[in-house]
């Protein structure tokens, strides 16, 4: 059982030589990673990433919506190609199934995880599955966004923190939303990339789940 003072040490922002750890770490297994004040400036950074007239494709994202790059993308405030636009406004399932594996191989794919180690893994939980594609092998670019309050000490840590933190707070989000609510069937753990542009924009806020 998780105890009280776990789930708050999960919810603070580590100190600078703990972020530091991390980033050094990330780097070191092939991401592209750097640490930003606040959420304003992570959507400033994304924006300045991606050029004019790219695919973009997004994941579903606490931390997306707390940057403001969800609303920017529902508002028309982009100068991007939305895929998910066009995913959501599709009505037939079936087709709406096909889009929405197609965007995996966006131009740009961004999304968050649920935990990175200070030995710079990252691990995500997903009930669907739907963008763990896109993050194991998608298109050429792939962002990441997350606040610095999902730093964790190992990857034994950042599966608790997944299991014991991230789903049951997603979960409560989605039933207050009117929704059945989630569950985790699916794990990812990033170890490394040789291949691909992965950038990691750290956030030294508390961000998402």
């Avoid at 950042?158 to 049951?168: D, G, N």
Wanted: without cysteine; charged residues 25%.
């Amino acid at each position: 059982m998780v105890s009280t003072s776990q789930v708050k040490l999960w919810e603070r922002l580590p100190d600078k030589e703990t972020v530091d750890v991390a980033i050094r770490a990330l780097n070191a297994r092939g991401f592209k990673a750097e640490l930003v004040p606040d959420r304003r400036a992570a959507l400033e950074k994304v924006r300045s990433l991606i050029p004019d007239g790219a695919e973009v494709m997004t994941g579903s994202s606490k931390t997306l919506e707390e940057i403001g790059l969800v609303n920017a993308l529902s508002t028309g405030d982009h100068p991007w190609n939305n895929l998910k636009a066009k995913i959501v406004s599709e009505r037939d399932r079936e087709k709406q199934m096909t889009l929405r594996r197609m965007a995996t191989f966006a131009d740009y794919f961004i999304g968050s995880v649920h935990a990175i180690t200070t030995e710079g893994e990252m691990v995500a939980g997903s009930a669907s599955g739907s963008q763990l594609g896109a993050y194991a092998f998608g298109g050429k670019n792939l962002i990441i966004v997350a606040g610095t309050n999902k730093i964790t000490e190992d990857l034994n840590e950042a599966l608790l923190r997944l299991r014991e933190h991230s789903v049951p707070l997603e979960d409560q989000r989605m039933k207050s939303l009117g929704f059945p609510g989630t569950y985790l069937s699916k794990v990812f753990i990033y170890e490394g990339e040789r291949q691909r542009n992965v950038r990691v924009i750290l956030v030294n806020e508390r961000l998402g789940f």
